[in-house]
T-cell receptor, first 113, second 113 residues
Framework: DTGVSQDPRHKITKRGQNVTFRCDPISEHNRLYWYRQTLGQGPEFLTYFQNEAQLEKSRLLSDRFSAERPKGSFSTLEIQRTEQGDSAMYLC???????????FGPGTRLTVT | RKEVEQDPGPFNVPEGATVAFNCTYSNSASQSFFWYRQDCRKEPKLLMSVYSSGNEDGRFTAQLNRASQYISLLIRDSKLSDSATYLCVLPRDPGAGSYQLTFGKGTKLSVIP
């Protein structure tokens, strides 16, 4: 499978715990994006990398959230001190530098209890 | 006006029917648009890209009306497999270096046997 992959697919955690998600983009794509989607809403942008550089961050990305893409390949999204409001589907997407079309992974569904 | 607005539906149509969705947008500088489809609890998948006045792909036609700032998606000869949520999507401002996508909330389509 050469599409975007995400791990884990599901995560249940208790409030206050830290969680980390991983995204592996399509291999030749140098742009990588993180989005969050809650029920009944479209995905909302969180942050974007071009290679290893984090070039754009949304106001939704509070100081409890951090994302990295250390070698310009896979990326991680960490949420510290999780809150119930963090429960959502976290989607990763990737694209070529030459195009705007973004291709999404299957997402990580986070439930904070 | 919100950045991207869609009628949430649901649109319930019989097999074989033609159905159209509209989407309005507020950024008059937007040059390209996308339609994504999203099945329940799955990731969004790119359906069509629209870079000029419109695009056609089989049973699907997307059109852009810049003067009125709306885009439409027409589905002819609806199939049961077309049942999904259709998301209207705009790139934020690639000319200014912002590659995030702005999603509408989606229009739900149910095709009935």
């Amino acid at each position: 499978d050469t599409g975007v992959s995400q791990d884990p697919r599901h995560k249940i955690t208790k409030r206050g715990q830290n969680v980390t998600f991983r995204c592996d983009p399509i291999s030749e794509h140098n742009r990588l994006y993180w989005y969050r989607q809650t029920l009944g809403q479209g995905p909302e942008f969180l942050t974007y990398f071009q290679n290893e550089a984090q070039l754009e961050k949304s106001r939704l990305l509070s100081d409890r959230f951090s994302a990295e893409r250390p070698k310009g390949s896979f990326s991680t999204l960490e949420i510290q001190r999780t809150e119930q409001g963090d429960s959502a589907m976290y989607l990763c997407a990737s694209s070529l530098e030459s195009g705007n079309e973004q291709y999404f992974g299957p997402g990580t569904r986070l439930t904070v209890t | 006006r919100k950045e991207v607005e869609q009628d949430p539906g649901p649109f319930n149509v019989p097999e074989g029917a033609t159905v159209a969705f509209n989407c309005t947008y507020s950024n008059s500088a937007s040059q390209s648009f996308f339609w994504y489809r999203q099945d329940c609890r799955k990731e969004p998948k790119l359906l069509m890209s629209v870079y000029s006045s419109g695009n056609e792909d089989g049973r699907f036609t997307a059109q852009l009306n810049r003067a009125s700032q709306y885009i439409s998606l027409l589905i002819r000869d609806s199939k049961l497999s077309d049942s999904a949520t259709y998301l209207c999507v705009l790139p934020r401002d690639p000319g200014a270096g912002s590659y995030q996508l702005t999603f509408g909330k989606g229009t739900k389509l149910s095709v009935i046997p």
